[in-house]
C-alpha cells in the first residue's frame, strides 16, 4: 500500500522560504510521476497543481510559482521536495504530495499547511 507523509509546512513571514518534504513508502518512488499540489481557504478553490516530476526527470511548474518555487526528487530516499523561496501571502494553502503510477493510479499525502504572514 504507497502511502505519501508530507511534512515541512507553516507559518512564515512574506519574503521567507520553507521546504515541504514528500516521503514515499510501500512502493519505489523512481516509476512514479510526482507532484505538488496546493488548494487555497475558502469556498470554492481547487486543488492545483505547483510543480511536478516526472518519472523520466521533466519538470512542469506554474507560473504563478516560477522563478520562486524548486522541486526535487532523490529516488533512492523514496523522497521529493519542494523548495519554496520569496514566499507571498498568495501561496498560503494546504499543500499536498501527490504520486502517479504508470497505471495512472493517483496517492495524495494528507497535506501540510503553509501559511504566509506578516
Known amino acids: 500500500q504507497v502511502q505519501l507523509v508530507e511534512s515541512g509546512g507553516g507559518l512564515v513571514r512574506p519574503g521567507g522560504s520553507l521546504r515541504l518534504s514528500c516521503i514515499l513508502s510501500?512502493?519505489?518512488?523512481?516509476?512514479?510521476?510526482m507532484g505538488w499540489y496546493r488548494q487555497a481557504p475558502g469556498p470554492g478553490t481547487q486543488r492545483e497543481l505547483v510543480?511536478?516530476?516526472?518519472?523520466?526527470?521533466?519538470?512542469s511548474i506554474s507560473d504563478s510559482v516560477k522563478g520562486r518555487f524548486t522541486i526535487a526528487r532523490d529516488n533512492g530516499k523514496n523522497a521529493v521536495w519542494l523548495q519554496m523561496n520569496s514566499l507571498k501571502p498568495e501561496d498560503t494553502a494546504v499543500y499536498y504530495c501527490?504520486?502517479?503510477?504508470?497505471?495512472?493510479?493517483?496517492?495524495w499525502g494528507q497535506g501540510t499547511q503553509v501559511t504566509v504572514s506578516s
Open positions: 510501500g512502493d519505489n518512488l523512481r516509476i512514479y510521476d
Open positions: 510543480a511536478g516530476m516526472e518519472a523520466g526527470g521533466r519538470i
Open positions: 501527490n504520486a502517479k503510477s504508470v497505471k495512472r493510479t493517483n496517492y
